[in-house]
């Protein structure tokens, strides 16, 4: 693909390249960092799940550099082409880089991210590929597609955050997300036709904030 042309990214064969839903979720989130910037002055924190090439968070880190980036993905070749992207295009105080399932490896009562967002595997799959190493592991959500998606609101529910935002498809069953998650509001923000299927961008906020 050539979506990394005008950032010279490394990629690697293993790892998802930048794609039409990667540019979806980047124009939406480079709105919702404008608003989250006049609101907070200071600097803060955001966590990209599923991090891949980088490039989502190395586009918003280099607009705003006082935001302290963590980039998380299960996939260990992610990670080291993530790394090596984000220390060419960041500065290194700015960002780090974690091999880890989803949100499991932090510890709830250390980690408050003002955004958390995640361009998640959505397309519906037999459940064999999901374990498929390493590229349709990058895609396959599961025979309903959200598989992967429900297991991040999981992890969500544990942490505080601010707002999250992940994608999804019009094909999958989304409306199982409002009934399982009933401690969140999830609504669309934003919606995008891509070739045969419609994405769709949520926003997740906490009803009522946590203690
Ligand atoms: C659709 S790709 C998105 C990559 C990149 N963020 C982008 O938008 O181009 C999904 C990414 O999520 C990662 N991923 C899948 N399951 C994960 C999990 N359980 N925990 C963390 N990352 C995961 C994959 O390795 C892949 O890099």
Redo the contacts with the bound molecule.
């Keep these: 693909m050539g979506f990394s042309n005008f950032l010279k990214l490394s990629e690697n064969p293993e790892?998802?390249?930048?794609?039409e839903?990667?540019l979806f979720?980047?124009d939406i989130l480079e709105r919702e960092f404008q608003k989250e910037v006049l609101a907070n002055s200071n600097s803060f924190l955001v966590c990209?799940?599923?991090?891949?090439?980088?490039?989502?968070s190395i586009v918003l880190g280099k607009k705003y550099p006082q935001i302290h980036f963590i980039g998380?993905?299960?996939?260990s070749q992610?990670t080291k082409i993530c790394y090596k992207n984000m220390s060419e295009w960041l500065q290194r105080t700015q960002f780090d880089v974690l091999c880890?399932?989803?949100l499991c490896g932090f510890n709830p009562s250390r980690f408050f991210p003002s955004i958390v967002f995640?361009?998640?595997?959505?397309l519906r799959t037999t459940q064999e590929e999901m374990m498929k190493e390493?590229l349709p592991?990058?895609?396959a959500g599961g025979p309903t597609g959200i598989m992967?998606i429900q297991?991040?609101l999981k992890t969500l529910t544990k942490i505080r955050f601010g707002k999250a935002y992940f994608l999804s498809s019009i094909y999958n069953t989304n409306e199982l997300f409002s009934v399982q998650f009933q401690e969140f509001y999830i609504q669309v923000i934003a919606e995008k036709k891509i070739e045969d299927d419609k994405l769709i961008c949520y926003e997740v906020q906490y009803k009522r904030k946590p203690k």
């Design positions: 790892v998802y390249p930048p794609q839903d990667t979720l980047t990209e799940v599923g991090v891949g090439t980088g490039f989502i998380v993905d299960i996939s992610a880890m399932d989803l995640f361009n998640p595997p959505y390493p592991r990058t895609w992967v297991e991040f």
